[in-house]
């Protein structure tokens, strides 16, 4: 059956201020915050000869935002295309992407989905990494959904697990607990091997697929912990 066309929510004036006031004190918290990227596969270096589908939980958005424009833009010198829900809290979203420099593609598993595949793999071809928050956009929190895996089967790049952890933080009571670091905080941020999806899956290989990469993505978190680092990581391969 043919998808119907879903027209995404604006973001209202009201949300477009709004967004410009977390902007500012985003920029002068990090000032205060000390974080630090390790990319142990040295992926975002590769990334300019071909883009990457960045892969981050949904309540790490913010640490997402600055790898991309602290670390992975200035390094790979490609911009990044982001998928965000068609609904009225993605439009507030989508004016934090942009103030990050960042290109929202409106769609989701539930909305506009197979729309916002195509307008992402056109992004892809004009050489622009993409990204995605695989639990998003409302969860179940940590679990990784159908969208990131099409995703990567349409285009053929290699799923990038990003995570992060700090050492203080405000976590909201939302779905996702989203996280904020606090003033002068110490962030670390990794990347994790890339995965490569096959374009033909049965059931079978799709769920351990998705299995695999919320096991790259928990190996992440805890190498980021402030515990010792997991040798897990380490001990990933670099493709399924």
Known sequence: MTESVVIPN???????????????????LRLTWRMRFSDPYGVIKTSREKP???????????????AYSNNIK?????????MVSASKDGAFLVEALKAFDIDPVRGSTSRRGRQALLELSRKMKSGMHLGITPDGPRG??????????????VTGLPIIPLGASVSRK??????DQF?????????EVVYGPPLQVPRELDDEKRASIREELKSRMNACLLYTSP??????????????
């Open 74 to 82: 200035p390094i790979s010198g490609r911009r990044l295309a982001a």
């Open 179 to 187: 996280q904020l670091p606090m003033p002068f905080a110490r962030c």
């Open 52 to 66: 990457f589908i960045l892969c981050v939980w949904h309540n790490r958005l913010i640490f997402g935002m600055y």
């Open 10 to 28: 604006n973001a209202s004036l009201t949300q477009r201020l709004v967004v410009r006031g977390l902007y500012a004190l985003l920029r002068l």
């Open 170 to 175: 405000y976590q909201f009571n939302s779905w």
């Open 140 to 153: 179940p929190i940590y679990e990784i959904q159908d969208g990131i895996l099409a995703l990567a089967q």
């Open 227 to 240: 515990s010792p680092r997991d040798a897990t990581l380490s001990r990933m391969p670099s493709s399924a």
